[in-house]
């Protein structure tokens, strides 16, 4: 599997977190481009993703039973406002 960038869905878990990848395909039938996602659990050793951060996700060994993929670079989420101060 090849790196993959994602955003993170949950971080319930120590040391874990869940990062949905969305992906585009061709759809030969109706001739249009087709959204997909993919949830994929990743190794995060400083617990330091929140949910809606962007990570890029590489492969690595398994690291415990579920998480295959190891969290690689992390872009905090970026605030939609901001805060007057008066």
Known sequence: M????????????QKS?????DRL???KLYNRYVK???KFMAHDENNQ????????????RPLSKLPRLKHWH????VKLYSERTY
């Open 74 to 77: 992390h872009k905090p989420k």
């Open 25 to 27: 395909f061709h759809h």
């Open 49 to 60: 993703c929140n949910i809606g951060d962007r990570v890029r996700l590489d492969p690595s």
């Open 17 to 21: 977190v869940v990062v949905a990848v």
């Open 2 to 13: 090849k790196s993959v960038v994602g955003m993170v869905v949950s971080n319930k878990m």
């Open 36 to 38: 997909r996602t993919s």
